[in-house]
């Protein structure tokens, strides 16, 4: 089974910041990967596919890039709405999520 | 528009067995992959299986292809998710999903197993 690690497990930032969390692979996953915002109470939804390409609809301030085994998602300037937790998910063999990304907003 | 609509809360025993529905609307049923997904309380996303909504192939997580079977009605264009040998740690919202990325998402069922 394809393993994902995240990093860091959460944070804390100011509105305004710049904000990078980084998703690794046990083995290589090409750019099968997306990327995941979920808020308490609510189901998972999707802002980037295929490592860096950007849902219909999700704000640019969103990106992601990387392949084959290391993966970064960013988010440019931190808006108060985007208190959740993120997971990346690989689906280069079956399907496996990372342990997730608990981001608050200092 | 695309819509996933489970089926509602359940309270079951320990040792039950399981079976929620996710009935789909507005995209092709059988071009896509629907998968399951379990959360329980605080805690990471885990993928269960997928079943292929045209031929009904389905491929399953190692850590429940014992106890998983998912099914789909075709005409229905609804998906079902069958859990068998409940326990205490399968209390969790279910989630069922739509294609290889996951786009659309039903609303979330919750299932509490205690005696």
């Known amino acids: 089974d394809i393993q994902l690690t995240q990093s860091p497990s959460s944070l804390s930032a100011s509105v305004g910041d710049r904000v990078t969390i980084t998703c690794q692979a046990s083995?290589?996953?090409?750019?099968?990967l997306n990327w995941f915002q979920q808020k308490p109470g609510k189901a998972p939804k999707l802002l980037i596919y295929d490592a860096s390409n950007l849902e219909i609809g999700v704000p640019f301030r969103f990106s992601g890039r990387g392949s084959g085994t290391d993966f970064t998602f960013t988010i440019s300037s931190l808006q108060p709405e985007d208190l959740a937790t993120y997971y990346c998910q690989q689906y280069d063999d079956l399907v496996t999520f990372g342990p997730g990304t608990k981001l608050e907003i200092k | 528009q695309v819509q996933l609509v489970q089926s509602g809360p359940e309270v079951k025993k320990p040792g039950a067995s399981l079976k929620l529905s996710c009935k789909t609307s507005g995209f092709t049923f059988t071009r896509y992959l629907i998968h399951w997904v379990r959360q329980a309380p605080g805690q990471r996303l885990e993928w269960m299986g997928w079943i292929n909504g045209g031929n009904g192939n389905t491929k399953y997580s190692q850590k429940f292809q014992d106890r998983v079977t998912i099914t789909r009605d075709t005409s229905a264009t609804t998906v079902f998710m069958d859990l068998s040998g409940l326990k205490s740690e399968d209390t969790a919202v279910f989630y069922c999903?739509?294609?290889?990325?996951?786009?659309?998402w039903g609303q979330g069922t919750l299932i509490t197993v205690s005696s």
């Open positions: 999903a739509v294609g290889s990325t996951l786009d659309h």
């Open positions: 083995q290589d996953i090409n750019t099968h």
